[in-house]
T-cell receptor, first 111, second 118 residues
Framework: AQSVTQPDIHITVSEGASLELRCNYS??????LFWYVQSPGQGLQLLLK??????LVQGIKGFEAEFKRSQSSFNLRKPSVHWSDAAEYFC?????????FGKGTMLLVSP | GAVVSQHPSRVICKSGTSVKIECRSL??????MFWYRQFPKQSLMLMAT?????????EQGVEKDKFLINHASLTLSTLTVTSAHPEDSSFYIC??????????????FGQGTRLTVV
């Protein structure tokens, strides 16, 4: 069965500092991997996705993620966090449209 | 990306009544739609998958008689919570995908519906 682990429930980062959100997955085949962001009371916005090819994926809003098959990881990074990045972030794995989500990481941005 | 619109964004209903939530794909035809439920501070849990013109496939533990799903057209799926109770209060999110060449494409999410049953 497929599963996603986001080990950090909350992360606090100072504005302007770098960010890394961790995601580990379990999947029986080559996975499709996604990162979504959710603002309070809102739906999900896709930040980036990995299907194949280059393991470093660029997304919207300056985010990137790196697929590491040997570590079963797909960590999300941003070099400089803005206050508007405060939100909940979900990693997901699946067969393109049927997705299994992690429990999410709440990002707090301090001044 | 494609746009999926979900309505209403918030609804409050009395215990025992039914509530209908609509999910529309605005600029594409969605052969498959998914309904998720999200509890506070929790992840999204898939409730059911619906394909246009056929019965929905429910995940284990989801009561199909309580959560009625209709996907009568390629642009509209509805979720009806029947005889709602306070424990049904939650955030419900739909997603829609297009099938191309026999494969479901990327899923696009609606804005979600906050249901409160009082």
């Amino acid at each position: 069965a497929q599963s996603v682990t986001q080990p950090d429930i909350h992360i606090t980062v100072s504005e302007g500092a770098s960010l890394e959100l961790r995601c580990n997955y379990s999947y029986g085949a080559t996975p499709y991997l996604f990162w979504y962001v959710q603002s309070p009371g809102q739906g999900l916005q896709l930040l980036l996705k990995y299907f194949s090819g280059d393991t470093l994926v660029q997304g919207i809003k300056g985010f990137e993620a790196e697929f590491k098959r040997s570590q079963s990881s797909f960590n999300l990074r941003k070099p400089s966090v803005h206050w508007s990045d405060a939100a909940e972030y979900f990693c997901a794995v699946g067969g393109y449209s049927t997705l299994t989500f992690g429990k999410g990481t709440m990002l707090l941005v301090s001044p | 990306g494609a746009v999926v619109s979900q309505h209403p964004s918030r609804v409050i209903c009395k215990s025992g009544t039914s509530v209908k939530i609509e999910c529309r794909s605005l600029d594409f035809q969605a052969t498959t739609m998914f309904w998720y439920r999200q509890f506070p501070k929790q992840s999204l849990m898939l409730m059911a998958t619906s394909n246009e013109g056929s019965k929905a496939t429910y995940e284990q533990g989801v009561e199909k008689d309580k959560f009625l799903i209709n996907h009568a057209s390629l642009t509209l799926s509805t979720l009806t919570v029947t005889s709602a109770h306070p424990e049904d209060s939650s955030f419900y999110i739909c997603s829609a995908s297009l099938r191309v060449g026999g494969v479901n494409t990327e899923a696009f999410f609606g804005q979600g519906t906050r249901l409160t049953v009082v």
